[in-house]
């Protein structure tokens, strides 16, 4: 099992930066990826940005330039740097870890609430 704790969230103004952190515990030690994903209201869920075990990263092509990914293995916590913060950003932001032994399961936190004012 593996547990994950997002926080950073809250309101900002457009053209504003923000910081989200995923704090993963438990059998963090088969982790292979962890990402950011964001649901707005009536909208289906999408990718934001991913990072390997190697610090690959993936970003969507909505925030490319914009958003940083990171991780620091130290503290076993993945970071999202929003720069540039549009209205359409606004969303519910949610960590995803991605764990493989035998099989690979998906492991999700509770989601951080993401707004951007105009």
């Known amino acids: 099992q593996v547990q994950l704790v997002e926080s950073g969230g809250g309101l900002v103004q457009a053209g504003g930066s923000l910081r989200l952190s995923c704090a993963a515990s438990?059998?963090?030690?088969?982790?292979?990826?962890m990402g950011w994903y964001r649901q707005a209201p009536g909208k289906p869920r999408e990718l934001v940005a991913t990072?390997?075990?190697?610090?690959?990263?993936n970003y969507a092509a909505s925030v490319k330039g914009r958003f940083t990914i990171s991780r620091d293995n130290a503290k076993n916590t993945v970071y999202l740097q929003m720069n540039s913060l549009k209205p359409e950003d606004t969303a519910v932001y949610v960590c995803?870890?991605?764990?493989?032994?035998?099989?690979?399961?998906?492991?999700w936190g509770q989601g951080t609430q993401v707004t951007v004012s105009s």
């Open positions: 995803k870890g991605v764990v493989r032994t035998i099989a690979q399961v998906d492991y």
């Open positions: 990072i390997t075990n190697g610090g690959s990263t």
């Open positions: 438990g059998n963090i030690r088969n982790i292979l990826l």
